[in-house]
């Protein structure tokens, strides 16, 4: 399971435009002909979630160059087959690792940097082991955000059942941290027709799954301002891609190291934000908790960086552009 780990997620994009082409919308267009679609049927479909204006403030707190938002999707055993109902023993043993190993090792870093991170969870993941609030919530600094039940291919599915499952898990993360999470990051980072509505039914502050930006923005749905800001993610800025040893795209963890500290010298110099996601069962490994701790030492002697958690962030520019 693990060498098909980041070969699913960017499956899973060509999967979902498939399913938003398909949608009742589409029956009057032909989803093999695209080169035939109408004007307005194309802007329909491009429109439906859209980024809006750039929330990026004029500082952030203190006087700081850039903001740096280093976030972790805690998946364990959900990404090792519960999500897919291919249970093998082998793959979940790696995502025990996760919760036994990885997750108490990149928290013990994060509090030794005394550096505040998000922590997303499908819902799953955090019953089969709900010791990993106290470790995350003992500091007082980190986040606990959502990543859905099982980490469920939520662009497969239905409307009300995505919402059910949605509320589910934050109802669960709620009374196992208890904290209702204020953050949403959909599984596989994609979106279906119904995701934003739920999200935005459900009350949620931010969303961070997409990428139209790399400075935080607000969303955009059928032309119209949401009030959701979005805090962007990047495949370039996941460590799953790569470091699967067995995939591809596997890169050795230094040289990785360098991409994510190129990343952050343009971002300090645009004055905007680096957010990094990574996975405690993937970081977490000995030789690429290296890597990471090399990361922060370089953005720590830059300098002029502000460390937040993804809810300080988004109150943050939310507070700047007269969103509240």
Not at 52 to 68: F, H, K, M, Q, Y
Not at 89 to 108: D, E, F, M, N, T
Not at 249 to 275: C, K, S
């Amino acid at each position: 399971m693990q060498s098909r780990y980041p070969v699913c997620r960017f499956a899973l994009t060509t999967f979902s435009v498939l399913v938003i082409t398909l949608s009742p919308l589409a029956n009057a267009q032909n989803p093999a002909e695209p080169w035939n679609w109408s004007e307005d049927f194309v802007r329909s479909q491009v429109n439906q979630v859209r980024a809006g204006r750039d929330l990026t403030p004029e500082s952030w707190p203190g006087d700081a160059r850039v903001a740096v938002l280093l976030s972790f999707d805690v998946d364990n055993e959900t990404i090792h087959g519960l999500r897919t109902g291919e249970i093998n023993i082998g793959p979940l043993s790696q995502g025990q690792y996760g919760s036994r190993v990885a997750l108490p090792r990149v928290v013990k870093l994060m509090d030794a940097q005394e550096i505040p991170a998000t922590f997303f969870f499908p819902a799953w993941s955090l019953m089969l082991a709900p010791e990993q609030a106290e470790v995350i919530n003992s500091s007082g600094r980190h986040e606990i955000g959502v990543h859905g039940w099982i980490h469920e291919l939520n662009t497969a599915l239905d409307g009300p059942t995505e919402e059910r499952l949605l509320r589910r898990a934050t109802e669960e993360i709620e009374r196992i941290t208890g904290k209702r999470p204020v953050g949403y990051r959909a599984p596989s980072w994609n979106h279906s027709p119904n995701t934003l509505r739920i999200v935005r039914d459900m009350g949620f502050l931010y969303e961070s799954s997409l990428m139209h930006d790399d400075r935080p923005y607000e969303l955009v749905q059928d032309g119209v301002p949401t009030g959701v800001v979005e805090l962007p993610v990047e495949w370039i800025l996941d460590d799953a891609p790569l470091f699967n040893p067995l995939g591809a795209r596997y890169m050795n963890p230094r040289d990785v190291m360098q991409v994510w500290i190129d990343e952050f010298d343009r971002a300090w110099e645009e004055g905007t934000m680096f957010l990094l996601t990574m996975h405690p069962h993937v970081i977490g490994h000995r030789s690429r908790m290296v890597a990471l701790e090399g990361l922060i030492e370089h953005i720590k002697a830059r300098g002029e960086v502000w460390f937040a958690t993804h809810e300080e962030a988004a109150r943050y520019v939310r507070e700047r552009a007269g969103m509240n």
